[in-house]
């Protein structure tokens, strides 16, 4: 696992007994996770138990302390890899196996997170749909027709939109059966 | 307000009921090819018509109640339940109608627009063309000129309600026929006019035939007319059907399963989806759209989808389409 110099540093520092105390060690891997998975939490920064730490490196600290974890996370590594990188940064056993279960515990959640970031072209939520008659219009009496509206909602990066587009019963039933192939030979890759 | 009645196999028109029982004194043995009752204010609204085989009791009839009185109901059986309500008014839109009126071409009026099929065969219909004067003046021209001409102009109208018109055409026919341009142009407009109005209004054609006489052209032109209209109607409904406002309409789908197994943010992933290729098609051009989903949506829609064509078979959809015709 590559890590830059700047991390590898700020690493070093979260090992030094003299800057972090088991106990603050604790709480300030805690508050680590808990800002990479939950959407909402207390800020390293002037967190009273961690008031006694110079803000500037509480600060690089956590950053590189988060840059880890993410690279851990990212390459899957394991045991061995993570820590053999903690012990290049001077951590004791105690903390490594501290942060090394931590990560463990969290580590679905962030592979979710990661996984999300991703450029994909819009990707389909929900259809709807509308049955209509046409009886008539400007241009032509008599039409007689139903007819199909249906709306795609799709999402991408968070801002939603719709496709709209009309169709008749052959046509719709085209694209179900399309749809429908393709869910079988899911199922089938799926299976074999 | 006078009722008249015009017949058109003798093209007359006779501004009263005593003039009809003259025209049928003298001409018994002619066959009417439509005895229609025409109101001043309502020519275009309603049309009353009788087809061939009834035509017989029809005169009967009339002839009957002209000369003796209102036919009783042993002479004519199969109408006793009519014939005992003679003296009934009933009631057409914007004027009465007596019994022997209704009797005389036996319809049912009502109030909406529905067209009824009576046992004898008579339609009442809704689907007069109405045409203006001056549109009666531009296709007034074509009677001045032979058949064979006539057939001509509704070939070039045709075309150019296919393909889009083109001006050239009327000076060379101008030329030819030695009238002026315009009134070959107004020929041929008149026309795509009369070809687009009929066939947006999908009328049958004893109502164009109707609707032709107005002009009063000799039957090869009538004859003419209807073979023109009866031929490419299907073609212009298919024509005017694009001009109407319309969503992007579906054309293709094309669909591609993917599994993504690494990204920039993480190594080893296994996330399974489904890439589609919507083409949907809108008035000339094509547009596709890809789109992505993954295996739970993509069982999601269908399962929606499903439900909707299942909804054009069910029975309250089923009613509305057999009862809106």
Redesign the interface.
């Known amino acids: 696992m590559e890590l830059s110099e700047s991390v590898m540093k700020g690493l070093q520092n979260v090992a030094d007994p003299n800057v972090f105390d088991l106990k603050s060690f604790t709480i300030f891997t805690e508050l680590v996770f808990d800002s990479l998975v939950s959407p909402q939490c207390e800020s390293v920064l002037g967190h009273p138990e961690l008031k006694h730490i110079d803000q500037t490196t509480l600060k690089h600290c956590h950053a590189a302390a988060t840059t880890f974890i993410l690279e851990g ?4 590594a394991d045991k061995s890899t993570i820590s053999s990188c903690l012990e290049d940064a001077r951590f004791q056993i105690e903390r490594v196996d501290l942060l090394y279960t931590s990560l463990q515990k969290n580590k679905t959640n962030l ?1 979710y997170l ?2 999300s ?2 450029t ?10 509308r ?1 209509e ?1 046409c ?1 008539k ?8 027709q ?1 007819s ?3 709306s ?1 909602n ?1 999402e991408r990066g968070g801002a939603s939109s719709e ?5 008749t ?1 052959e ?6 059966g ?6 079988k ?2 199922e089938r ?2 299976q074999s | 307000m006078p009722l008249r009645f015009s017949v058109t196999g003798g093209k007359c028109l006779l501004e009263t009921w005593e003039g009809l029982n003259e025209f049928l004194r003298e001409d018994t043995n002619k066959q009417f090819s439509i005895i229609s009752l025409s109101n001043n204010c309502y020519a275009n609204d309603t049309q009353l018509y009788t087809s061939h085989s009834s035509r017989m009791i029809r005169r009967e009839l009339l002839t009957s109640l002209l000369d003796e009185g209102p036919p009783s109901s042993t002479q004519f059986p199969a109408h006793a339940a009519d014939v005992g309500q003679l003296y009934t008014i009933v009631n057409f839109p914007g004027f009465s109608l007596p019994m022997h009126i209704y009797l005389l071409n036996m319809i049912w009026i009502h109030k909406g627009q529905a067209r009824r099929r009576h046992p004898l065969g008579i339609q009442l219909q809704k689907m007069l063309l109405v045409l203006s004067e001056e549109h009666k003046e531009h296709l007034g021209f074509l009677s001045e000129v032979d058949s064979a001409v006539v057939g001509e102009f509704g070939r070039i109208a045709v075309e150019f309600l296919k393909k889009g018109s083109n001006p050239k055409i009327f000076e060379g026919a101008a030329r030819k026929l030695n009238v002026p341009a315009e009134s070959v142009q107004h020929g041929v407009e008149g026309l795509m006019y009369l070809l687009t109005e009929s066939a947006k209004l999908m009328v049958s054609e004893g109502d164009f035939q109707d609707s032709v006489l107005v002009l009063g052209f000799s039957e090869e032109l009538n004859q003419l007319l209807l073979q023109l209209y009866l031929e490419n109607r299907k073609e212009i409904r298919q024509i005017l059907g694009k001009l109407a406002p319309s969503l992007p309409h579906y054309h293709n789908l094309e669909w591609r399963l993917d599994v993504q197994v690494s990204s920039r943010a993480l190594r080893q992933q296994l996330k399974p989806s489904v890439s589609l290729k919507l083409v949907l098609e809108d008035g000339e051009s094509l547009r596709a759209r890809v789109l992505q989903t993954d295996p739970s949506t993509l069982q999601h829609l269908i399962q929606e989808l499903e439900r909707a064509l299942a909804e054009l078979k069910s029975s309250h959809c089923r009613r509305v389409l057999r009862n809106i015709k």
Not at chain 1, 137 to 144: A, I, M
């Open positions: 996370v990212k390459q899957n592979e990661l996984s970031i991703d994909c072209p819009p990707h389909i939520t929900d259809a709807a749909w049955l008659y009886i219009n400007s241009h032509l009496h008599k039409v007689n139903p199909y509206l249906i795609l799709t496709i709209n587009f009309s169709c019963m046509q719709l039933q085209d694209l179900v399309k749809m429908k192939d393709a869910a030979s899911l890759a799926s």
